[in-house]
């Protein structure tokens, strides 16, 4: 039986026949005979249909070439058969000229010479050549390299085989570059561990492969930077001899020299600080602390005593961050010495905040890294003059930001608490600082502070200071203090009446500062919380006007009585607090219609009696705020005089007066109202020619209301200028917006008929027009301004007196025709043919409506037609005419010998 039948067999699934058990049990010669016809019948195949014309012979070419499967075969192979070499080289050389289609073929064809390899059979280097350079290939072209790159990583001693310097080895020394690039590679383990491995191919290939990275290095995201970081450190450890030298010296050192002399605005500079900071990470080790001493010893020291401010702040980063650089194999005490040394370095009091910023930051890792190692006296020279000194340094606000920023390092480690209690009090007026970022790295600092129980905050900043930055200050600022404070005013372990009790104390310690709290309390708790807020304060409430209590609830809040009867602004504050608390769960509430119903019924139930209560204008306000986030069903006595009140609202009533009961009525859907009574205002106040019509006005209105326009125009210019408003009444459709805009046309047509302001703008017409004229005159007008000017001609045209400015359009008609006059000299006429014909064009449309105007003009009036046709104005129109047609024929001939030429 011949081997294409043993494959044909194997690939039979319903024959129980397998070609690997078969090949195992022959005999040598039975091996040897059987590669010397497969090498015979591939010889006669590729000679009969060479792989150039696969492609052309389909399917029945393919037939003839059945094969056996190269793996199956080769990994029984125990010794070097001269005939099966002779396939594999056969194979080999058509791999290479394989079409795509292919592809399966080539894929077996690989893993024979990629098991030739492993086996170490005679040839090995070219197959596994073949074999690696197919996996390199094919791990940039597949969408889930995974599995080719770890077949890359297995045949990398292959690479041991080629010649560096060898011509022939170009294509896979740009491939292996190439693996640089693509994060697959640098994310993948395997992959990571190839390009390790490339560091120790040949010396000659670092500094290629560290250009490589440079060049690609602000392409990578940081994640891949910190690969990058990783395998360069990798590739150190592992190095020796001259490849450790190089990997120090090409790269390392490069990375760190670029870290100092690099401009901070360098999209790589964040980069390679973070190649060299996981140097940093690894230091403790003593050949890393070798390392770094060794390589920084040379450019450090230089670089903080530079000229130059931004290679000083970044030398300071990296010593901070490096620190202690040492030589570990110096004694204990040259190594204390040194460090001493480094210590003494006078970066704090460098002359450029930068400097000084980088400098806080440094000192802050240091203390909190190396703390029980630093003497106490150093420890309290370094904190002492952070926080009496750069905390309140007035050249800048960076240095006392960064004081703050940092000083949360030092509290990470818990043995700084003690002493930090006591320093910290002294920074308590920062609070006030003029900059806002100080003020909020301030304040993140106390948070800190309350985490990690350092001390009481209140003990550092007090809190009167607190609630009154929380009164005054941006969201920034007061979202913190909020987050400082909400334990202490809102306990939410605690019950809902020592809620009550705290809300309470907060409105009398600060309103201003209440009203802030309880607008971002939302944030630290859940919706069902601040509801239950909102119903402790309703007893409290109610038990001031005892209404809908039982007795328990008067019990429950007489404590909360005895802090609020008789003083009507914490009544006021108190509502106001309820409406802040609202509009925080409004969403929430719509989001769970049971619990917004029960709201409704609780609150709505009281409002009346709120209202009768609660007669002082400040209390009116929050109250009608709490209507509006209720249906009009739920506050039917107030409701029901909403639109009144608009009526009968004074014509010179402010926005506070009106602005709220807009809104109220907009939340309830009834915008239709508002929008018909300030259409009806502004129509019955529009002037009528004919008596009667003011009399059938009379009788038509029921009931004797004043007609108020200004207000109307006021409540108008509030519901568009408010986008709550606007929203509700651009919802409403296009009839009653177009009744508004036809009401404000016709009191527009009113306005503009006043004589004086009709004659003046018909006088500035004209003289700008003439203008026009004599900007043209002298040859300062370009192509736009022609445009421009043309198109207020045609609009001035077509108004309503626009046959008054004929005269003045004339004079500018006739000079832009003369702008077009065709000269002897013929260059670039080609090129302006365009913006000759659309500008003459112009022009002419202009005349024609011109003469259209004047035909009317004399039609309906002949008297006023005689005087707009003036002598002048015949001349003028006579010139333009002429002027005109004579521009017409010789464009038009220039044009026609510049086509026909």
């Known amino acids: ?39 015979s019948l591939l010889q006669d195949i590729l000679l009969e249909l060479p792989p150039e014309r696969w492609e052309e012979g389909g399917d029945e070419g393919m037939q003839e070439q059945s094969a056996p499967d190269p793996v199956s075969l080769s990994v029984y192979v125990q010794l070097s058969l001269d005939a099966l070499l002779e396939t594999v080289r056969r194979l080999n050389d058509v791999l290479e000229c394989l079409p795509v289609s292919e592809a399966p073929l080539q894929h077996h064809i690989h893993a024979l010479c990629e098991a030739w390899w492993k086996k170490g059979l005679q040839e090995r280097e070219k197959f596994g050549h073949t074999a690696f350079l197919m996996s390199l290939q094919k791990s940039f072209t597949l969408k889930k390299p995974g599995a080719e790159i770890q077949r890359v990583w297995s045949l990398h001693d292959v690479l041991l085989s080629l010649d560096y310097t060898s011509e022939d080895n170009k294509l896979i020394i740009n491939l292996l570059l190439q693996c640089f690039q693509h994060p697959t590679y640098i994310r993948n383990d395997d992959g990571k561990r190839f390009l390790v491995f490339l560091f120790s191919w040949n010396v000659d290939f670092i500094w290629i492969i560290h250009a490589t990275i440079k060049n690609q290095l602000q392409f990578y995201s940081k994640t891949i930077t910190t690969h990058i970081g990783e395998m360069y450190f990798r590739a150190w450890k592992k190095a020796g001899g001259d490849f450790l030298e190089n990997i120090e010296s090409s790269c390392i050192q490069d990375f760190m020299q670029n870290a100092i002399f690099l401009r901070r605005a360098s999209p790589v500079h964040a980069k390679v600080r973070q190649i060299v900071s996981y140097f940093h990470t690894r230091a403790g080790c003593k050949s890393v602390d070798k390392m770094l001493y060794n390589l920084y010893r040379p450019i450090l020291w230089k670089a903080l005593s530079a000229p130059n401010f931004e290679v000083r702040a970044n030398a300071t980063l990296l010593f901070t961050e490096a620190f202690p650089i040492h030589d570990p194999d ?175 104390t907060l409105i009398q310690m600060n309103p201003m500062a209440a009203r802030k709290f309880y607008q971002y309390a939302h944030k630290h708790t859940a919706p069902t919380n601040i509801i239950k807020l909102m119903f402790a304060i309703r007893r409290v409430l109610n038990g001031c006007i005892q209404v809908d209590c039982d007795q328990t609830d008067i019990n429950d809040s007489n404590k909360e009585n005895s802090m609020v ?12 607090v309820v409406v802040i608390l609202w509009r925080s769960v409004e969403k929430a509430l719509k989001q769970n219609d049971e619990a917004q119903k029960y709201t409704y019924t609780k609150f709505g139930s009281v409002m009346a009696k709120y209202f009768q209560a609660f007669e002082d204008e400040r209390c009116t306000v929050p109250l009608i705020h709490l209507a509006s986030f209720m249906p009009p069903a739920s506050v039917p006595t107030f409701s029901c005089g909403v639109l009144s009140r608009l009526r009968k609202m004074d014509s010179g009533a402010s926005s506070a007066q009106y602005g709220q009961l807009l809104d109220c009525i907009c939340s309830w859907g009834q915008a239709a109202d508002v929008l018909e009574l300030i259409t009806d205002w502004l129509t019955e106040s529009l002037p009528k020619q004919a008596d009667k019509a003011t009399v059938s006005r009379k009788v038509r209105i029921q009931e004797t209301v004043e007609v108020k326009p200004e207000l109307a125009l006021a409540y108008m210019e509030y519901l568009f200028s408010q986008a709550s408003t606007r929203e509700k009444v651009l919802a409403l459709g296009d009839k009653p917006l177009k009744q508004l805009h036809t009401v404000l046309g016709n009191w527009k047509v ?77 260059k670039d006429q080609e090129n302006q043919e365009d913006a000759v014909t659309v500008i003459l064009g112009v022009v002419a449309n202009i005349f024609q409506k011109i003469i259209e105007l004047l035909a009317r003009c004399l039609r309906k009036d002949p008297e006023e037609g005689k005087q707009v046709t003036s002598t002048f104005f015949m001349s003028n129109f006579v010139d333009l005419f002429f002027s005109f047609r004579a521009i017409t024929d010789m464009t038009a001939l220039s044009l026609a010998g510049i086509k026909q030429y």
């Not at 009867?565 to 106001?576: A, F, Q, R």
């Open 330 to 504: 110096q004694s204990n005490e040259n190594t204390d010495e040194n460090i001493q040394k480094q210590l003494d370095t006078g970066l704090l009091d460098d002359p450029h905040p930068t400097v000084r910023s980088n400098a806080i930051l440094g000192v802050c890792k240091i203390l909190a890294k190396c703390w029980e190692l630093l003497p106490p006296t150093i420890i309290t020279d370094f904190l002492k003059k952070l926080m009496m000194e750069l905390a309140s340094d007035s050249s800048s606000a960076d240095v006392r930001c960064s004081v703050f920023k940092c000083l949360t390092i030092v509290l990470d480690n818990s043995l700084s608490h003690p002493v930090l209690e006591k320093l910290l009090p002294t920074l308590k007026y920062s609070l006030h600082d003029n900059s806002e970022k100080v003020r909020t790295a301030f304040l993140d600092m106390l948070i800190k502070v309350k985490a990690v129980r350092a001390a009481k905050f209140w003990d550092v900043c007090n809190m009167d200071h607190l609630l009154a930055r929380l009164a005054l200050d941006s969201p920034s600022v007061s979202k913190r203090i909020v987050d400082l404070l909400f334990k202490s005013f809102f306990p939410v372990n605690e019950s809902e009446k020592e809620w009550c009790c705290r809300c309470i």
């Open 565 to 576: 009867k008789g003083e009507t602004l914490t009544l006021t504050d108190l509502l106001e």
């Open 1 to 39: 039986m011949c081997a294409p039948v043993y494959i044909a067999e194997q690939k039979d699934k319903t024959e129980p026949f397998d070609v690997e058990e078969v090949v195992q049990e022959m005999a040598r010669d039975q091996r040897e005979a059987m590669w010397g016809r497969l090498a």
């Open 750 to 826: 009113h306005l503009n008929r006043d004589p004086r302001t009709y004659i003046l703008l018909i006088y500035i017409s004209l003289l700008f027009l003439t203008v026009c004229s004599d900007v043209l005159l002298v040859g300062l007008g370009d192509e736009t301004f022609k445009g421009q000017i043309l198109h207020l001609c045609s609009l001035t045209l077509l108004s309503e007196a626009g046959y008054l400015c004929i005269p003045a359009v004339l004079p500018f008609l006739k000079e832009v025709a003369n702008s077009y006059v065709p000269e002897d000299n013929n």
